[in-house]
Structures are given as C-alpha cells and as structure tokens.
C-alpha cells in the first residue's frame, strides 16, 4: 500500500458528499500528519506476522504453483476436519504489489478458515524482497497489478479444490467465493464483481470516480461497472476525511439493483488495516463474509435489523438498501 501520490491519483478529486447515517457518529479522530505515516508503516513493518484471532491459526505463505501471489491460510489444513474453506481474493492498495500491505487483515481473515489469496510479492514486513526499480508516467500512479492477478487467485483455487494431491483438494466450497480490496484494489474488486463465481464482495475506501477521470495509469473503470454486480455489496469508507469517501458514497447512491451497505469508520483513507489483526474492519469484513458465504445469522445481525450490531455502535454510520 502506497501512500501519498498514489492515494491521492488513486481515489481523489471530487466534492465531498454527504452522508445521512442511521446512527450518530462518534467524533473523527484527528487525521495523523502525512509525515508521521513512513513512521507507523515502519513501526508496522517491523511486526511479525499474525496468526489472527479465529480457530485456525494462520499463516503467510508464496506458493510456487502461483507465481507472484501471497496467500494466507490457516496453518493446519487437516484442524478444519469437515468444514469447507472460503476464498477471498484481494486486490492491493495501489494496485500495488504487495501481497503483504495488509498482512494483519488477510490473515485474520484466514484464521476463521479462509485461504486468502493476494496478488505480488512480500515487500513489507517478514520475508520482504525488493521491489524492481518503477517506471511510470511523471505524476501519475501506474498499476503494478491488474484485475487478471486478482481472478487468477479464482481460478488457481478452484482447481487446486479438484485437483488430487493438493492440499486443497476438496476443502473449498465453490460457492463460498468472495473478492474485496483496498483503495485502487477495491476498484479491482469492482472489476471482478461480476464474475458468476463470485458470491460475495467488499469494498475498501474505495469507489468509481464521480467526475468521469481516470488518473491511473493502466485501469479503465467508469460507473457503469456497478451495473455488474450480481451479489449484496459492503463498502466499507474511512468518514469524510478518506480521500475515497465522495467516489464510495456516489457509487452507494447509484446502487439500485442488489442489496448494499454502507460503512463509515472516521479513521481516514488508511482504515485499520496496520492495526493488530486488521482492527475493526477486519471484523467487520469477517462478519459480511461469514453472513453472506456461510449464511451466519449471527454475523448477519451486525447489519441487519433496526438494533443491528452496527446501528448501536458510535464509531460507525450505516446505511442500507435492500436490507431490513
């Protein structure tokens, strides 16, 4: 995940909108300056790896069968005994690629029995290797991966799930298959929503630019990629300050055609994903995938209902359509 330029090519340059929230929010906290992020992001780089916080520890691996991709799972197949894995293919803040910019969100996701698949290679924290010297237009953010790094991480694991020998090997669940992303990823997953293997989708402070730019080199997205969807979609927004929040909260407003929630957490652009185990986002993706996957009623009452879990929390706004 790259901040600075990149973010602001990736997701800037409209008004902000504005929200009606179902319930009060609690006060934003000041945004950090821009010069304290190098120092968070070492602080973060310097953590080990997490094994989440679910009942399958997990762990951080490159697998030599895909090339270029990060993945996360949990550690012992055989502990899942019966119970299916999900898929979530992500797409990198940035379109970067580093499969390991939001190591602590992906691995909690995995350690609830998920194998998590990102595209790239380990550039931050344990086991980073240098990234190849970048090349690009002066002033503009070029991808370094794009929506086909993404779907290969599909396609490899539904063949790895009917391949003898694999350890996959009948332990997903075709139709527990979802794709989210973060910043320029979320508009990969946006790419991918459409794919009639996909059952589920996040996106993360992200959204379709409202003024008809396109400021990244090497991705081509306009609105009328919303009408692909075909599965209930969870935007997940940083409050008025993440410079994502006018383009999340217009692509809200122009969902009409499959349910949608949206989420704002005052926290900014960033999210929590540098936090331990992902932070609140983290539980909160884990709960939309575990209700829209998995049918949790449990996970399903953080959204739905006027007591929803999130309705009552302060930190968060939500919004919602076609969910009671």
Request: with cysteine.
């Amino acid at each position: 995940m790259r901040i600075g330029l990149a973010l602001l090519a990736a997701l800037g340059g409209a008004a902000v909108a504005s929200a009606q929230p179902v319930s009060p929010a609690a006060p934003a906290p000041p945004a950090a300056p821009a010069e304290d992020y190098a120092a968070i992001r070492a602080a973060a780089n310097a953590r080990p790896d997490s094994p989440g916080t679910g009942p399958y520890a997990a762990v951080k691996e490159v697998e030599a069968g895909l090339p270029a991709h990060v993945l996360y799972r949990p550690a012992d197949l055989r502990s899942l005994g019966a119970r299916k894995l999900g898929v979530l293919v992500w797409g990198n803040g940035g379109c970067s690629d580093d499969g390991a910019s939001a190591r602590f969100h992906l691995a909690e996701i995995a350690s609830h029995g998920y194998l998590v698949i990102a595209p790239g290679e380990v550039r931050s924290g344990p086991g980073a290797v240098p990234a190849p010297p970048r090349t690009g237009p002066p002033g503009r953010l070029a991808v370094e991966t794009g929506e086909g790094d993404v779907r290969a991480g599909i396609t490899w694991a539904l063949a790895e799930n009917g391949r003898k020998g694999s350890p996959y090997y009948g332990r997903i669940d075709p139709k527990w298959v979802a794709v989210a992303g973060h910043s320029c990823g979320g508009l990969q997953a946006l790419q991918i929503a459409g794919d009639p293997r996909v059952h589920a989708v996040i996106v993360h402070n992200s959204g379709v630019f409202t003024d008809g730019t396109n400021p990244i080199a090497g991705l081509t997205v306009d609105k009328s990629l919303l009408k692909t969807l075909h599965t209930p979609v969870l935007y997940v927004l940083g409050g008025p300050t993440d410079i994502a929040y006018p383009n999340g909260t217009d692509d809200f407003r122009r969902i009409d055609h499959v349910p949608a929630v949206l989420l704002n957490l005052p926290v900014g652009h960033g999210g929590t994903f540098l936090e331990p185990d992902g932070g609140r986002v983290a539980q909160v993706a884990l709960a939309w995938l575990e209700w829209q996957l998995r049918g949790d009623t449990t996970a399903a009452k953080m959204f739905t209902g006027k007591d929803c879990g999130l309705c009552a929390d302060r930190q968060w706004t939500i919004e919602r359509k076609g969910i009671d």
